[in-house]
T-cell receptor
Framework: AQSVTQPDIHITVSEGASLELRCNYS??????LFWYVQSPGQGLQLLLK??????LVQGIKGFEAEFKRSQSSFNLRKPSVHWSDAAEYFC?????????????FGKGTHLIIQP | NAGVTQTPKFQVLKTGQSMTLQCAQD?????MSWYRQDPGMGLRLIHY???????DQGEVPNGYNVSRSTTEDFPLRLLSAAPSQTSVYFC????????????????FGEGSWLTVV
C-alpha cells in the first residue's frame, strides 16, 4: 500500500540551529511531493512542492527540501530556525494514476524550538 | 481574498445527532475534498469531488455523505454522529482535477473542530 512515513514524532531544536525533518514514501514511481506546516489551531499552509525537474526545491519562510529518488525521501531543511517555526509539519504525496484523488499525509512531526 | 471558507469553526454534538459542515471556495476550483485530522494520524481523505455533480470516496468515508451541486460549495454531512467522529475537519480545493498531480497547489480551509459526546 502507498504510504508516507515521518519517522520523528517530535523534534526539539535550539533557536538558530539547523533543522532537517525526514519524510519517506512508498510508491513504485515518483509521486508528487509536498510539505505543509500547521500552527496551533490553524489550517495548513503549503511550504513547498515537488513535481519534476530540479530535485532541490525552495519554499517559503526559508525552507527547502531535497527529493532523493534512490532513498524515496523528501526531507525538509532550514539552515537557521526561528521561534516562530514551532509548529506541526506534514509531508504529503499525491500518486499520479492512483485511486482516490487526494493527498496521502504522513502523521506529522511536532517541532519544538528551544530559546 | 476569502479562499476556502469552513463553517462552523467549533461544534459540539450529541451522539446520534446530524449536522452539516459547510465548505465554500471562491476561486472557481474544480477539485474539492474533505479530510479529517486525528492526533498521531495526520490527515486522512474522507470524500472528494472533481466537479459539480461528481463525488467519490476517499480513505475513510463511512459515516459521511457529500454532494456537489455547485462549483463553489462542498458540504459534508454527518447523518448520525458518533464519538469516533470527534476530529478536526479540513476542506480543501485546487484548480483542476487530480489535485496535486495536475501541478496544482491544494488550498486548505482553517478547519472545523467537532466534538461528539
Amino acid at each position: 500500500a502507498q504510504s508516507v512515513t515521518q519517522p520523528d514524532i517530535h523534534i526539539t531544536v535550539s533557536e538558530g540551529a539547523s533543522l532537517e525533518l525526514r519524510c519517506n514514501y512508498s510508491y513504485g514511481a515518483t509521486p508528487y511531493l509536498f510539505w505543509y506546516v500547521q500552527s496551533p489551531g490553524q489550517g495548513l499552509q503549503l511550504l513547498l512542492k515537488y513535481f519534476s525537474g530540479d530535485t532541490l526545491v525552495q519554499g517559503i519562510k526559508g525552507f527547502e527540501a531535497e527529493f532523493k529518488r534512490s532513498q524515496s525521501s523528501f526531507n525538509l531543511r532550514k539552515p537557521s530556525v526561528h521561534w516562530s517555526d514551532a509548529a506541526e509539519y506534514f509531508c504529503a504525496v499525491d500518486y499520479p494514476g492512483g485511486g482516490a484523488d487526494g493527498l496521502t499525509f504522513g502523521k506529522g512531526t511536532h517541532l519544538i524550538i528551544q530559546p | 481574498n476569502a479562499g476556502v471558507t469552513q463553517t462552523p469553526k467549533f461544534q459540539v454534538l450529541k451522539t446520534g445527532q446530524s449536522m452539516t459542515l459547510q465548505c465554500a471556495q471562491d476561486m472557481n476550483h474544480e477539485y474539492m475534498s474533505w479530510y479529517r485530522q486525528d492526533p498521531g494520524m495526520g490527515l486522512r481523505l474522507i470524500h472528494y469531488s472533481v466537479g459539480a455533480g461528481i463525488t467519490d470516496q476517499g480513505e475513510v468515508p463511512n459515516g459521511y455523505n457529500v454532494s456537489r451541486s455547485t462549483t463553489e460549495d462542498f458540504p459534508l454531512r454527518l447523518l448520525s454522529a458518533a464519538p469516533s467522529q470527534t476530529s478536526v475537519y479540513f476542506c480543501a480545493s485546487s484548480p483542476r482535477r487530480r489535485g496535486g498531480s495536475s501541478g496544482n497547489t491544494i488550498y486548505f480551509g482553517e478547519g472545523s473542530w467537532l466534538t461528539v459526546v
